[in-house]
């Protein structure tokens, strides 16, 4: 069975920093494009950020770019998200997402919750 | 800024028919948007039901379809049940390799 399960949330300070992982089973990780979204409390999903199989491609929203890094080790079947200089609008759940071309996010964690707060 | 639109909120009877519109605040939405529908619960993983306009995703009820509706792309839902009752996005590429997502339908089933 495909498998995503994310840690590394918790609460952080504004400007602070965290890391977020995504442990993955299941799947040949390393022929997927993987992705994070983020769904802040009241609010709906926002997708924030995607990566190519080697990394040689990073995309991501506007609101985080600069300040988030996503990034992967395929030996470990993991996905990460650096998130430095956060601020109060980045509290939300994170969810890592595979994707497998042509529009399909097929398969998603369950979450791990950010709370950006002093 | 390109913002995807969506309804929302919407209401269906039990065992009634209801659709559920994504368009695009600069244009029309196409196959090159890849149009993608999701059914979520704050809290919860998302669920995928279509992507690329009108594919299903692995075990979704066929009640659930996915087209093209004028400039807009649609989910259909046909014999809507109790346990529909949820929130829906849509997901469009919008170009540059970036994503987005619409603010969401909350459907009532009652």
């Known amino acids: 069975d495909v498998q995503l399960v994310e840690s590394g949330g918790g609460l952080v300070q504004p400007g602070g920093s965290l890391r977020l992982s995504c442990e993955t089973s299941?799947?040949?990780?390393?022929?997927?494009?993987m992705s994070w979204v983020r769904q802040a409390p009241g609010k709906g999903l926002e997708w924030v950020a995607n990566v190519k199989r080697d990394e040689s491609e990073k995309y991501y929203v506007d609101s985080v770019r600069g300040r988030f890094t996503i990034s992967r080790d395929n030996a470990r079947n993991t996905l990460f998200l650096q998130m430095d200089s956060l601020r109060a609008e980045d509290t939300a759940v994170y969810h890592c997402?595979?994707?497998?071309?042509?529009?399909?996010?097929?398969?998603w964690g369950q979450g791990t919750l950010v709370t950006v707060s002093s | 800024q390109t913002v995807v639109t969506q309804e929302p909120s919407f209401s269906v009877s039990p065992g009634g028919t209801v659709t559920l519109t994504c368009g695009l605040s600069?244009?029309?939405?196409?196959?090159?948007?890849?149009p993608s529908w999701y059914q979520q619960t704050p809290g919860q993983a998302p669920r995928t039901l279509i992507y690329?306009?009108?594919s299903r995703s692995s075990g979704v009820p066929d009640r659930f379809s996915g087209s093209s509706l004028g400039n807009k792309a649609a989910l259909t839902i046909t014999g809507a049940q109790a346990d529909d009752e949820s929130d829906y996005y849509c997901?469009?590429?919008?170009?540059?390799?970036?994503?987005?997502f619409g603010g969401g339908t909350t459907l009532t089933v009652l």
């Open positions: 600069s244009g029309s939405v196409s196959t090159n948007n890849y």
């Open positions: 299941g799947f040949s990780f390393s022929n997927y494009w």
């Open positions: 997402g595979r994707y497998s071309g042509s529009g399909n996010y097929d398969y």
């Open positions: 690329n306009t009108n």
């Open positions: 997901m469009l590429y919008v170009g540059r390799g970036i994503w987005m």
